[in-house]
């Protein structure tokens, strides 16, 4: 009835803007969506990062103290206790890069529920016009 309304009074620009504008939630809305999905994905990665991080180093610490108490120190584990290290400088690296992910997300997150709320005004205020405009047509046409 609103578009027929819209149409009615002969303004196909009137009708344009308000189909923009009805859109226009539904992609705020699924773009909000979308960014509280991330958020929570990067929030599970930032949880697990430091645990997988702390498991590396606990390993390490393990295999170091296991060495410290040996007189002859073999090659495979001193070997095994370096390939630890890197784990652990890219398990740190991942950490960090969790956090700033998060944060990212949370910012993403953020905004879209600002564009969301910004576009559910404007949807209010294109309904107050149509019903402004019916009341326009019914008035001219004698309703």
Do not use: W
Not at 7 to 32: F, Q, R, Y
Not at 108 to 115: I, N, Y
């Amino acid at each position: 009835m609103v578009c027929y309304l819209s149409m009615k009074a002969g303004n196909a620009d009137d009708l344009l803007l308000a189909t923009l504008k009805v859109a226009k939630p539904n992609a705020c809305s699924t773009a909000c969506d979308d960014a509280r999905f991330s958020l929570r994905r990067a929030q599970e990665q930032e949880r697990v990062a430091p645990e997988q991080d702390q498991d590396v180093i606990a390993k390490m610490d393990k295999l170091r103290n296991h060495l410290n108490g040996l007189t002859d120190k073999p090659q495979s584990l001193m070997e095994k206790l370096d390939s630890l290290g890197a784990d652990q400088v890219q398990t740190y690296r991942q950490r960090q890069a969790a956090g700033e992910t998060k944060r990212r997300c949370q910012q993403e997150a953020t905004d879209a529920e600002t564009r969301l709320q910004i576009a559910q005004a404007d949807l209010k205020k294109v309904d107050q016009d149509l019903v402004e405009l019916d009341a326009q047509i019914r008035n001219v046409q004698g309703y």
